[in-house]
């Protein structure tokens, strides 16, 4: 089996370019005990991945060069050996990077259930766009019933999941 990935090359300045990356295909490794094979089902594209391939200090550690681009998403565990925290066709949300497959013991993933939501809801509103949206608005931000928001057109899901929280409490 083969893992397609995009491997970050370069730091790019100003807008990331072609010569950035490199579109990599490398076998996918035997499994040790505890380990789990996920199939990407849906890779998220968030505007915080051009901040992470910055070498600054920031809420999250930089992608260092060589590695996976980091991303959020939802795949399916394939294939497990021993132990593991999920089992085979659990459905699965976590920073599984930009690559086909990712192999990980399931420390930092979420079980979803593609029964009660479609899958790429998970990276949505129900996901880190949608967390930043809840935290931000109501824990950071700390608005108070009668204050007035502005949400710019901008910000797309999380500006349209702040704006709703922000509906919802009477904001």
Do not use: H
């Amino acid at each position: 089996m083969e893992n397609k990935q995009l491997i970050l090359v370069k730091r790019p300045k100003g807008f990331p370019e072609q010569d950035n990356w490199e579109y990599k295909t490398e076998a996918v490794a035997p499994l040790e005990e505890g380990q789990m094979l996920v199939e990407q089902q849906f890779v998220s594209l968030d505007p915080a991945m051009r901040g992470w391939m910055n070498e600054t200090r920031s809420y999250i550690p930089p992608i260092k060069i060589g590695e996976v681009m980091r991303a959020g998403t939802v795949g399916k565990v394939i294939e497990t050996k021993g132990t593991t925290r999920f089992k085979k066709d659990d459905y699965l949300v976590g920073w599984g990077g930009v690559q086909q497959y990712v192999i990980t013991n399931g420390e930092g993933y979420q079980k979803v259930a593609p029964e009660l939501a479609d899958l790429t809801t998970y990276l949505g509103v129900l996901g880190l766009t949608g967390l930043t949206a809840y935290f931000g608005i109501l824990e950071v931000a700390a608005l108070k019933k009668g204050e007035v928001v502005l949400v710019s057109g901008c910000c797309r899901c999380c500006g349209k999941c702040g704006g709703s929280n922000c509906q919802n409490q009477g904001v």
